[in-house]
Nanobody, 117 residues
Framework: QVQFVESGGGLVQPGGSLRLSCAAS????????MSWHRQPPGKEREMVAA????????NYADSVKGRFTISRDNAQNTVFLQMNNLKPEDTAVYYC??????????WGQGTQVTVSS
């Protein structure tokens, strides 16, 4: 059974940092691209970052470029999202998923990130 379990969210002040983690299971993690998505209150879910299976190539949404960094540990079946210089508009529930669309039926619970003073 494919599973994604996100953690590391919380309440942070503007300008602060958080590091999200996602433990993946049920598939050959080291062979699959991975991605992070977020869903702000009242809005559609959007992809914010993606990484290839070997970690060699990353891509980011324009809104987070230069502030967020996606990385992965294939030995631990884990993908990370380092978020720096957080802004109130980054407030959302954050989810990890596959890089391709095959993982979309298996959304996890996500982790809440709230940026507020």
């Amino acid at each position: 059974q494919v599973q994604f379990v996100e953690s590391g969210g919380g309440l942070v002040q503007p300008g602060g940092s958080l590091r999200l983690s996602c433990a993946a299971s049920g598939f050959a993690f080291r062979t699959k691209a991975m991605s992070w998505h977020r869903q702000p209150p009242g809005k559609e879910r959007e992809m914010v970052a993606a990484i290839t299976s070997d970690g060699g190539i990353t891509n980011y949404a324009d809104s987070v470029k230069g502030r967020f960094t996606i990385s992965r540990d294939n030995a631990q079946n884990t993908v990370f999202l380092q978020m720096n210089n957080l802004k109130p508009e980054d407030t959302a529930v954050y989810y990890c998923n596959s890089g391709g669309s095959w993982g979309r039926p298996y959304w996890g619970q996500g982790t809440q990130v709230t940026v507020s003073s």
